[in-house]
């Protein structure tokens, strides 16, 4: 059988002709280090993103329009499907197109702006006789190299595509990521099975009645796979499955253990579902948090956060408006006027809400950097001693006292303190401070949160004294406690000679 | 023949009646560690102190004193022989005594106190006969676990002794660390020389004729030694080299290559005099310094160092001495006289060069430790902040502007924000930030100088300002140059297909 027809659209993003330079932020490293990669080095093989299905069933669900394009949290799937790898360390892309493939293409366009990569494409002239005549059409993209295979449907762990990046196929060799645990596997009467013996795919098919794993759809292959989807093909068999059949009858499928790690089908309504519900989840997963954090705080955030994700914002967009209202806030805390004090101290523990938000849209739009956590971080500080200042000179306007400056400043100064005890302790002693008590009294969410109170009750002073002696007593415990700390020694071999054990 | 007699003198520290709180803050760790061990389990082997000779060639041109007992730059040469190897990572001894055994053993229990490690004795009967005869009296000592075998007047760097306990020999083998840079080798005449072939031992000698290495006297050994060293004895020879011998004539004698590594044998006055110059050029090499610090505070806290090695203070002694002489004057900067202001900024300045001689005491000393560098740090953060506000204290007393408050607040809070950032970017990028201009320019150095200086010229507000504008600006850049940091990507393992790069 003829090998189906292929149409090129190779596709490489152009520098931006004006600075972006907010937008950028976070964008501008991943650009510069394939900028600087070795010319020929291959840090990364290139990812074949499968965009060619009809997505009849999550359609006739949702909307007319294609699946790529569906937005899951803000996100498009054809963008998660890009910024999951990314996240990985996959650099390159090889998008194969077919149902609406303009649309498609269009839509993996914009994705390579956004996400500053670089993606080739390629149409399956005949996508509808299965998938695995979309999968062929990569073939000349590829060349000899081994290359991911994935479906643009999948929601995957970066971790996830990291295990299956740490064990390359040999020469002629499919490696395909399985998980053990089907029991959890969502939609498992849909679920691909497999027979996995002594770590090789034995038998693999919808229709196994004896198996003790899952297909999960993602794929690290040699050009074999070509070999196995050309042979299927002359068996009139077209689809990816097919294939893997054809290479597993040779033995030349190697099983990558996954179980544990989280991966979704999103291919009906229900999985569509599932899958906000599991971005919701992982959004959650940020640092450790404070009590104010934890019961008010981020109910409200993550709330904000998935109303937010429909918009254009990106994190350091909220970084920012979150810095700005606590710089508004201060000017509120800073006249002589209690009315003033209210609306301040409602804005700064406003601010303080939205900050959580940064993080939780990063996680939720696959956009963390170290970047903007950065950014977020060292802002926090100026703000936190805006704050603290404001307060400070409404005080000092409203008493002729000598003690309240210098009573302001000692307060002020324990939360630069409070954030930079945690970093040195950390350095020093190569682990994070733990999230106990005292390391709670000192966070963030309760300075920001005793303040306002006190500045709506009409104490915004007295509030500063107290957080501040109360973060001061904190400091004071963090650094007496590093007298007991060790850093775990480096591992140093055992003899080889063995014995008792002497003295 | 027979074994020579051998008395047991097995010494186990106690735990202190009285707590000695400050001393202990940087020994507490390491007991704590040994403490949590599990019951038989070795982590490191136990080192063998060869102590027992008369150290004849040093005597006669230095003092009386028994040569573990001399003190090199504050440390006896026992206390070093001990403290390298507890660096390394070992934490149990095993010394051999011979000449003046009862002085030499109280020194070393002097040294198993204020380190708190483990150490046991025995004395050689007939050590006068050679150093083979010291080390077999060991035999009982180590059972049959391997051991490490050292000179006690050997100067080792604790990257050597790693090293060297990183390739642990074999069940029936001798390893020596061998150093191929003869050439470099201090008191070349009387080197034993080493022929190395295919990694393993030749001849041994100091009489050899042709060699490629020297014999740098530490070695990993099995009990293959004691067979060794018996051999040797019956045929009327009683060096540790003869032993060694007897063991490369079995082919058991393998080579650790050290070569690069510094080490030294104590024997002669020359000797002596190199060690303290190495041991002073060990201490220059502390973190990086700032411009102030590099041709004001160094050199003079240098010298201050090497006068107070003499002394029993501890590095948390002056650590706490130049963080008190700051609070000191911080006190005359606070008042309204001038010629109080010229008292409180020499001493400020006094306190900046006394803070340089913790870190290179501890280096002298072979006590650096976690927890001193942390004191150190943020004991720092509070000076500096207890210097700006009396500063501004002392100029809102003079001046009545409703701005001075705010101004010196803002700028003491740079001082903490300079310190900070340069933490988080380290967390945050996972490298230090780099010591360029605009880190000199925020160093604490230069911030002490810069306000003890306008102190004496009576406008010390005026250089609070200054500094801090300066720092505020160098905070910023380092802010903005977040923005272009990339972390360095995990290795992935590269594919094991070949073929040309794609895209």
Chains 1, 2 share one sequence.
């Not at 990812?47 to 294609?66: D, H, K, N, T």
């Not at 950390?426 to 300075?447: A, C, G, M, S």
């Amino acid at each position: 059988m003829a090998r189906p027809l292929v149409r090129f659209n190779h596709y490489r993003i152009a520098r931006p002709s004006s600075p972006h330079r907010l937008k950028n932020w976070r964008r501008r490293s991943s650009m510069r280090s394939s900028d600087n990669a070795l010319p020929g080095a291959i840090a990364t093989p290139v990812a074949v993103i499968l965009a060619a299905g009809e997505g009849r069933r999550l359609r006739s669900g949702r909307s007319s329009l294609p699946k790529p394009l569906v937005r899951l949290r803000g996100l498009s799937i054809a963008e998660r499907s890009v910024a999951q790898l990314l996240a990985a360390g996959v650099e390159r892309f090889a998008v194969v197109l077919g149902c609406d493939a303009t649309l498609v293409q269009h839509e993996f366009e914009r994705v390579a702006r956004r996400r500053r990569c670089h993606i080739s494409f390629v149409e399956a002239a005949n996508w509808r006789k299965g998938n695995g005549c979309s999968a062929l059409a990569a073939a000349p993209l590829v060349g000899n190299s081994a290359f991911l295979l994935t479906m643009v449907d999948h929601l995957l762990t970066p971790e996830m595509i990291r295990k299956v990046l740490a064990d390359p196929p040999a020469q002629d060799e499919v490696a395909l990521a399985v998980d053990h645990d089907t029991e959890n596997v969502f939609d498992f009467p849909d679920l691909t099975k497999v027979e996995v013996t002594e770590g090789r795919i034995a038998a693999i098919g919808k229709e196994l009645t004896t198996w003790n794993a899952g297909d999960t759809g993602l794929f690290y292959c040699s050009t074999l796979l070509f070999d196995g989807l050309a042979k299927a093909h002359t068996h009139g068999k077209f689809s990816l499955t097919d294939g893997i059949k054809e290479c597993a009858a040779q033995g030349g499928v190697r099983a990558i253990d996954v179980t544990g790690e989280a991966w979704l089908d999103v291919d009906t309504p229900e999985a569509f579902r599932e899958g906000i519900r599991r971005i919701d989840a992982a959004m959650a997963k940020g640092g450790e948090d404070g009590f104010v954090s934890q019961y008010l705080n981020r109910p409200l955030s993550r709330r904000l956060s998935m109303a937010l994700s429909r918009t254009r914002l990106t994190p350091n967009h909220i970084t920012l408006l979150s810095f700005f209202m606590g710089l508004l806030g201060a000017v509120g805390l800073a006249t002589t006027e209690p009315w003033s004090w209210i609306v301040g101290g409602i804005v700064i523990q406003i601010a303080s809400i939205v900050d959580g938000c940064d993080g939780e849209i990063a996680r939720i739009k696959l956009l963390q950097s170290p970047q903007g956590a950065w950014l977020d971080t060292v802002l926090d500080r100026y703000s936190d001693v805006t704050i603290g200042l404001a307060v400070t000179f409404a005080a000092s306007q409203l008493h002729d006292a000598v003690w309240v400056w210098p009573a302001g400043f000692a307060a002020t100064v324990s939360f630069l303190m409070a954030s930079y005890v945690t970093k040195e302790f950390q350095i020093r002693f190569h682990r994070p401070y733990p999230n106990n008590l005292i390391n709670k009294l000192k966070r963030r969410d309760l300075r920001i949160f005793v303040i306002a109170v006190g500045a709506v009750m009409g104490q915004p002073l007295v509030a500063l004294l107290v957080i501040g002696s109360l973060t001061h007593l904190a400091v004071f415990q963090i650094l007496v406690s590093g007298r007991h700390c060790t850093v775990v020694p480096s591992q140093v071999n055992r003899p080889r000679c063995t014995g008792p054990p002497i003295l």
